[in-house]
């Protein structure tokens, strides 16, 4: 099940193990951060797009009871790792994997069939630094196979209304998050900072949207990430192992 070029991670979470290859993009902090954020009531079905090697409804499936949890993602490989992972820990009956085009998400999902969408898309926009490569690095990172509004046309087809979306970006492209979200009439609810440390500036964003929201828009408290000392600071050592 693990190939040679592959490794397998511990997510320290119900003994749950995911299956990585460190030539190519393996998962990050903003992944994990993103499903501390999300709120999965019992019983609701979530779906994560662009979910690389599936590690964010690997965790869900750990941290929540969720009754089903579905990724979609592009490349092959990835899906391939995603789906054995899934296997791995013997979670088939509660999380699916589906190897697609989000931009054809009509062609893979149900319109209106999920209580929650999640999603860590790439930050960069094409042109910001980008190569011309596609390797598995560059499309993690880089908008290649997929933009901020076709990321978020895709979880307002697949919400049901009164459904949530939680998403994990930049602060540089929040203005563009905002737009495209309420051009999909996803009502911004809640955002979060993320600081790396109390006295630097936040690296990250989290965001709740709501289909078919009124307008209201709470930012909560930041979420500081390190100590001093360069320890977890006590709510993201929870997020990571409570």
Known sequence: MIKAHERLDDLHRCGYMIIQDPGKFCFGMDAVLLTGFSNVV????VL????GTGVIPILLAAKTHAAHLTGIEIQVDSA???LRSVKYNALTDRVSI?????KEVESLVARHSFDVVTTNPPYMKLGSGASCEHSAKAIARHELEMSLDECIRAAAFALKFGGRLYMVHRPFRLSDIVCSLRAHKLEPKQIRFVQPYADKAPNLVLIEAKS???????????????EKDGTYTKECYEIYYK
């Open 42 to 45: 019992r019983g609701e079905t």
């Open 48 to 51: 994560d797009l662009g979910t």
């Open 80 to 82: 391939d790792m995603a």
């Open 98 to 102: 589906i190897q697609g085009d989000l």
């Open 212 to 226: 078919g929201g009124k307008p209201e828009l709470k930012v909560m408290p930041p979420l500081i990430v390190y």
